[in-house]
């Protein structure tokens, strides 16, 4: 009977990890940014990696190196003091890149621009994916990432990653990071 329910469970993942594999031509690194949240869309996007929504078969993975991520995961308001943070981790990543503004805070909808906060995550970041909610359920943070991953392949135009990139020749001593 488990397997009866699962197996469309199953092939939904399947279907999604490839869909994600095929526009992206790999798995997706998600560096997460706090600017000013009040942490109740962190526990929402923690969930993501939990066994229910297990976001990792999918192919997106949580990564604290903005060196090794494809796209900032951005909640909060973005307080001022976080502004020049917050834009030195965007620029540290490599391109292409997406920033996916995270929660009503992280849209403006919360706090106003005042001398503490800029209120609105795009006036510190180029945000490409919006995601509303307060705070929004894991499903709207899935479906946010989804939409992003499209994003992201019209960003990096026709990918030739895997069999039509061979990367650098054995023994150069390149370093592909
Ligand atoms: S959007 Fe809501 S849940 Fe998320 S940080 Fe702001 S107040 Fe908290």
């Known amino acids: 009977m488990t397997t009866a329910h ?10 999604l990890r490839a869909r994600v594999a095929r526009q992206f031509g790999r798995s997706l690194h998600i560096r997460t940014l706090d600017t000013g949240s009040c942490a109740a ?4 996007i923690r969930l993501l990696a939990a066994p229910h929504y297990d976001l990792h078969r999918l192919g ?10 494809d796209l900032l995961l951005v909640t909060g308001p973005m307080i001022r003091a976080f502004g020049v ?6 620029e540290a990543i490599p391109g292409p890149k997406l920033v996916v503004a995270t929660g009503a805070c992280a849209l403006g909808g919360v706090y106003p621009s005042d001398a503490f906060t800029h209120g609105d995550v795009s006036e510190v970041l180029p945000v490409d994916v919006w ?3 307060c705070p929004p359920s894991p499903l709207a943070l899935l479906q946010g990432l989804l939409v992003a991953v499209d994003r992201l392949a019209g960003k990096a135009g026709a990918l030739t990653f895997a069999a039509d990139d061979p990367g650098p020749a054995p023994g150069t001593g390149e370093n592909p990071s």
């Open 60 to 69: 997106f993975f949580f990564t604290p190196a903005p060196r090794h991520a």
């Open 41 to 44: 869309c962190e526990q929402e």
């Open 6 to 15: 699962a197996a469309p469970e199953h092939a939904a993942a399947a279907h």
């Open 131 to 133: 995601i509303p909610g």
């Open 85 to 90: 943070a917050a834009r030195k981790t965007y």
